[in-house]
Nanobody
């Protein structure tokens, strides 16, 4: 079974920094890409950043220049370094990955359970 486990959420003051990590495990043949989404109460889930195993990155306009996504392919892990955090960025942050499982010739989208990030004003 394929599983994503995210961690690193917590409480931080506005202007502060926080780092998140997410590791994929299980019967994995290959990972096409990994990323981070966030969802505030009553809001839709939006893309924050994503990265391919080759290192190509994409960021939401609102976080570009402040957040950095990276990955360690050997550990099937993706990271998100968040700097200069804003109060309005308080949300549950979910990791996401497009994964080709072992023995199944199909790519599936997997989600982590989410980690809470709270930015105080």
């Amino acid at each position: 079974q394929v599983q994503l486990v995210g961690s690193g959420g917590g409480l931080v003051q506005a202007g502060g920094s926080l780092g998140l990590s997410c590791a994929a495990s299980g019967s994995i043949f290959s990972i096409k890409g990994m990323g981070w989404y966030r969802q505030a109460p009553g809001q839709k889930r939006d893309l924050v950043a994503q990265i391919t195993t080759g290192g190509s990155t994409d960021y939401a306009d609102s976080v570009r220049g402040r957040f950095t996504i990276s990955r360690e392919n050997a550990k099937n892990t993706v990271y998100l370094q968040m700097n200069s955090l804003k109060h309005e960025e308080t949300a549950v942050y979910y990791c996401n990955s497009a994964i080709h499982p072992l023995y199944i010739p199909t790519v599936y989208i997997y989600w982590g359970q989410g980690t809470q990030v709270t930015v105080s004003s």
